[in-house]
């Protein structure tokens, strides 16, 4: 079973598929995680009658870091959460956000469509602008392009592309994030 999630709140959400995990558990009903009774799933039970499952299953946790962003052509910035987002393939800035801020969208030479996980394309429309500025997290500074697309109220997310620029280490259980394997 696949389940659709949501990366973006309202507008723009790019949706992405998981494979439900579980399938197999012990369950009152197909949506529960925790139940006394036990189900045939092939696997051989060492357990003398039926246990109680004592453990939950979480959902993925939101990594959220808190980055400085400082606009190149003033001496002007802003502290703002961005979200790591390993579903992500890019690196986006809400336009929305671009736009108070006072951030210089830069027009790209040809507009990148967004495509959803079902490959239909994205209702926030064609990626078109793009912001340049230097990031700062904790001692680590980059001057970093961000591709400007309607996120409803995320402000950042830094996908794929940054994730494997900078292999951050990252506790997902405790929202930690450690830039200790940064290239130079």
């Not at 830069?106 to 469509?113: A, G, I, M, Q, R």
Request: aromatic fraction near 6%.
């Amino acid at each position: 079973m696949n389940q659709d999630i949501g990366v973006g709140e309202g507008g723009g959400g790019v949706k992405r598929k998981r494979k439900a995990v579980g399938s197999c558990l012990p369950s009152s009903d197909k949506y529960s995680v925790l139940s006394t009774r036990n189900m045939d799933c092939g696997l051989k039970d060492n357990t003398e009658g039926a246990r109680e499952v004592r453990c939950t299953l979480q959902p993925l946790r939101k990594v959220w870091m808190k980055v400085g962003l400082k606009k190149l052509d003033m001496y002007e910035g802003v502290t703002v959460k961005a979200l790591l987002d390993s579903g992500a393939t890019g690196i986006f800035m809400g336009k929305n956000f671009a736009e108070e801020q006072g951030f210089k969208l830069e027009k790209l030479d040809k507009p990148v469509e967004v495509k959803n996980m079902d490959g239909t394309s994205n209702k926030g429309g064609k990626i078109e602008y793009e912001v340049q500025c230097n990031m700062y997290f904790e001692r680590h500074v980059e001057r970093i392009r961000i591709d400007i697309c309607r996120l409803g109220r995320m402000k950042v997310i830094l996908g794929i592309p940054w994730l494997a620029a900078h292999n951050p280490e990252i506790d997902w259980e405790k929202g930690e994030v450690k830039m200790t394997r940064c290239p130079p």
